[in-house]
């Protein structure tokens, strides 16, 4: 009896103590890949650890096992052949202990013409969401025990309840609204004791946000969307991660993250990335000082932390069948080293559509990050779109001045000044544009909430060329309840996504005057754009603005045509036809405003109100 106790107790205590492994990432993949597969294997005392397939495996193989600076980490090269099978292999650990860990990966088929998949692009409609505040479609996931922080919607920065099945369940009004693509802020795990709702300080790369729902779900919701003709963009932030992440308690090694003797702020100084005067001194610390208190900074160079964050996007993609991707702060990363990054990403996918917020006020500083080019200095960003943060000023500060005879260079000629400028990009077309998105002043609140100021932004944004981004209830004039700005204030919940709330805006019926006639226009121009070529691929010219305020333009394609007017002057427009004749001559004589449904004939009295627009198809 004494003896059985004994042994009893040494294998409580075994038991108690042993070796397992906690973590293996990425959590699958897949067969005929391009990119490499290493392996991030996590438990206690893994050090110098082998690992083998628990048996014979066809096509499939363990390459170079490598050490990371912590004792709790392996990581190791699969070489997935292409006569591989697909399914569920054992592979077994033996530590230097020579105790022996078992765990399972599995393989999965790719699916067919995976890796040219289309991607979202000029001919699209990007709506963003922040899904926190979009709509409560599942109130039960509202409170989560491994989640620090719970729902209080009488808190503006706190969590209010949004989740991905309040994105499914309105995915009807979204397409209604013309719709085509989303963009929402991150959905992954984000588990800070405060401010998590954004999404931007990660605590789990692979791991959907259980407040929002599950990996499960968010694939079912890409599912759902593409049925509705809806693509989905992924908000990604290699640039950072928070402080909760689980890997901030053991990194793998030393330089995994930027770390200083004490808490040191990113100077957010951007322009030293290309400035060829910059200092080592102010260029590093833009790049290695953290983003904020709770995001330390990535060392993205770090070369198995490159390919970490590498697999990681291809996964998600590869996982959920993406449609592209957003990434954050871009420029506050080594450019070499997120050059790299992009680069591995489009080696595997060469027609997704990458952009990046690169915010800078001025085309220069943006093209920089453009397109496959090599600048001066010899670097070359390979992203395929970055976002419009020029233009996006400029539609603010040219719409704000309603003159009719404006100063010089002022009004809607700020918009036609900084389209004057897109020599400098590589693909004007694709740069992502915008008039407010998550992180800036609502549109609405910029312009005074007039609504027909806000009509004539849609009507630039829909037929401008680049790929038109509208943020969550611009087509509804939202600002703050109390008018005042800040991401607190700004970011509000959506009327109607909640049972509790007493307005529902996603129904027509709630929505006031303005509102209606706001959501009508913007969604009469977006459908219509859906089949409109000559907008998603035409040329455009444009004709500097009139003394009245008046900015005209045409995109064309062959023999077809659309002209914009824009009359953000106080006084009404009469078309000038003369001096469009060097286009209006080129297709034929007949058009139809859109928004209107009355015929025009060049050369007819065509007279635009003040404060309107109007977009004629030829």
Aim: charged share 20%; with cysteine.
């Amino acid at each position: 009896m004494k003896k059985l106790l004994i042994s009893l107790l040494v294998f409580i205590g075994i038991s108690a103590y042993a070796q397992k492994i906690e973590r293996v990432e990425p959590p699958c993949w897949w067969i005929d890949m391009d990119t490499p597969l290493q392996l991030m294997i996590y438990g206690e005392n893994l050090k110098g650890s082998t690992v083998v397939t628990a048996k014979k495996i066809k096509g499939i193989t363990v390459g170079k096992i490598y050490n990371a600076d912590s004792p709790n980490y392996i990581f190791f090269d699969l070489n997935i052949g292409p006569k591989s099978l697909p399914g569920r292999y054992d592979f077994i650990v033996t530590t230097s202990t020579g105790e022996k860990l078992k765990f399972s990966y599995t393989i999965n088929n790719r699916k067919e013409q995976s890796a040219n998949r289309k991607s979202f692009g000029s001919q699209d409609m990007v709506y963003l969401i922040m899904p926190d505040r979009f709509a409560n479609g599942d109130s039960t996931n509202d409170i989560q025990t491994e989640a620090i922080e719970k729902a209080d919607r009488k808190n503006n920065g706190g969590r209010h309840g949004g989740d991905i099945q309040g994105i499914i369940n309105n995915l009807d009004y979204l397409s209604s609204l013309g719709v085509t693509a989303i963009w929402s802020t991150p959905l992954l795990f984000d588990n800070e004791k405060t401010y998590s709702y954004h999404g931007y300080a990660c605590a789990d790369y692979y791991k959907i946000d259980p407040r929002f729902g599950t990996n499960e779900l968010y694939k079912e919701y890409v599912a759902k969307a593409h049925s509705k003709g809806i693509k989905i963009i992924m908000d990604m932030v290699p640039n950072h991660c928070g402080t909760a992440h689980w890997w901030m308690k053991d990194l793998p090694f030393k330089d995994w993250i930027f770390t200083f003797d004490k808490y040191t702020v990113s100077n957010f100084a951007i322009s030293t990335q290309a400035d060829p005067y910059a200092s080592d001194y102010d260029r590093t610390l833009c790049t290695m000082g953290w983003f904020d208190s709770t995001m330390p900074d990535m060392n993205v160079g770090q070369p198995f932390l490159n390919q970490y964050f590498t697999q990681w996007a291809i996964w998600w993609i590869e996982y959920a069948d993406l449609d592209g991707l957003r990434v954050d702060t871009y420029p506050y990363t080594e450019k070499n080293a997120i050059a790299k990054w992009t680069k591995n990403i489009l080696n595997e996918y060469p027609y997704l559509n990458i952009v990046a917020e690169c915010w800078y006020s001025d085309a220069l500083s943006i093209s920089y990050w453009e397109g496959a080019k090599k600048q001066k200095d010899g670097f070359c960003s390979n992203l395929p779109s970055v976002m419009d943060f020029q233009l996006r000023a400029a539609i603010i500060e040219g719409f704000r001045d309603d003159k009719t005879v404006p100063s010089w260079g002022e009004g809607v000629t700020k918009i036609y000044n900084s389209l004057a400028l897109d020599y400098a990009y590589e693909k004007p077309e694709n740069l992502l544009i915008f008039a407010d998105n998550h992180d800036t002043n609502r549109l609405a609140h910029d312009l005074n909430k007039d609504y027909s100021k806000l009509k004539m932004v849609m009507t630039l944004l829909a037929t401008m060329r680049g790929v038109p981004q509208i943020y969550v209830g611009d087509e509804l004039g939202f600002t703050s309840s109390d008018g005042t700005t800040g991401h607190s204030q700004e970011r509000i919940d959506f009327p109607g996504g909640w049972i509790s709330d007493t307005l529902n805006l996603f129904k027509s019926s709630d929505r006031n005057i303005e509102q209606a006639d706001l959501f009508n226009h913007t969604s009469k121009l977006f459908n219509w754009r859906k089949t409109s070529k000559v907008i998603h691929k035409g040329e455009l010219i444009h004709f500097r603005p009139t003394m009245g305020n008046v900015y005209v333009y045409f995109r064309y394609l062959g023999n077809d045509a659309v002209m914009t007017i824009i009359n953000n002057g106080q006084d009404n427009y009469v078309v000038e036809w003369n001096r469009f004749s060097e286009i209006t001559a080129k297709f034929a004589s007949k058009g139809k405003n859109i928004l209107t449904g009355e015929l025009v004939r060049v050369g007819d009295n065509v007279v635009i109100p003040a404060q309107s627009s109007a977009v004629i198809e030829f």
